[in-house]
């Protein structure tokens, strides 16, 4: 389902909302919505009324991650699905991970984003990430 650490931070969470004497009882009720239920009854669960800090969801197939891709507001569990979100294919994505749009912004006059060199590339990703709504990142 998901890793310890997220599991760990669910189970306390969960504890906390409603109390050691009511877990026993809604316990099952929530970890069967975590398995069962939709990316966004996922979401709703760890996001609105849990609060938790360790997991996201993805936005596009719904699985529990505690890291990924921070893509602008979505978050993606793998390459594959953060390739969806922005409809880039897997050259495009092994050239420019998924800043092809953001690495133009960077460009000078008259340079082009396909004459650009895989190290010039990676530097430019290197030198800006920090600015950028997109990134892989660890939520701990």
């Known amino acids: ?5 997220c599991y760990n931070e669910i189970v306390e969470k969960v504890k906390y909302n ?4 009511a877990f026993e009882y809604i316990w099952p009720a929530v970890k069967k919505a975590l398995i069962e239920g939709t990316g966004k009854v996922r979401e709703q669960i760890l996001i609105s009324w849990l609060d938790c800090d ?13 890291e990924g ?9 793998s390459d594959e699905c953060v390739m ?5 294919s897997q050259e495009e994505f092994d050239r420019y991970q998924i800043f092809k749009s953001t690495i133009e912004n960077y460009l000078d006059d008259g340079q082009n984003i396909e ?14 990430i920090e ?6 990142t660890e939520w701990c």
């Open 1 to 5: 389902m998901v890793s310890e650490r």
């Open 18 to 21: 409603v109390g050691e004497d």
């Open 115 to 128: 004459d650009l060199t895989k190290e010039e590339i990676q530097k430019i990703i290197d030198d800006n």
């Open 131 to 136: 600015n950028w709504d997109a990134y892989y």
């Open 84 to 88: 969806k979100q922005d409809g880039i």
């Open 54 to 66: 360790t997991c996201r969801v993805c936005t596009e197939c719904g699985k529990i991650m505690e």
């Open 69 to 77: 891709w921070y893509n602008m507001g979505a978050y993606a569990c």
